[in-house]
Nanobody
């Protein structure tokens, strides 16, 4: 049974930091990605990592502020988020896929096979 579990969300002030975690089990996943969905908006890609090659890619909106990393021993992927601002308020999702085609993680949400339940991040001004 596949499980994708995010943790680490919460309330933080502008300029603060949070680290999200994503633990996936039940299959071998080759790509992990983080998305977010602000209220009333579409889900957007933030960052992705290829599990075996450690190739990483980022959306322009978070490049330089967010860092994706993986811990192979813990089978966990992290999203370190720094310099947060109220526009970062959203539900954050981890997505994984078992197929491998591109060098970098795809940015389209519909290619990901499994999703976590989401974790709320709220940044106060």
């Amino acid at each position: 049974q596949v499980q994708v579990v995010e943790s680490g969300g919460g309330l933080v002030q502008t300029g603060g930091s949070l680290r999200l975690s994503c633990a996936a089990s039940g299959r071998t996943f080759v790509t992990y990605a983080w998305f977010r969905q602000p209220p009333g908006k579409e889900r957007e890609f933030l960052a992705g990592v290829k599990w075996f090659h450690n190739n990483k890619n980022y959306a322009d909106s978070v490049k330089g502020r967010f860092t994706i990393s993986r811990d192979r021993a813990r089978n966990t992927v992290y999203l370190q988020m720094d310099s947060l601002n109220p526009e970062d308020t959203a539900v954050y999702y981890c997505a994984v896929r078992t197929k491998s085609s591109a060098v970098y993680a795809p940015t389209m949400p519909n290619v990901y096979e499994y999703w976590g339940q989401g974790t709320q991040v709220t940044v106060s001004s």
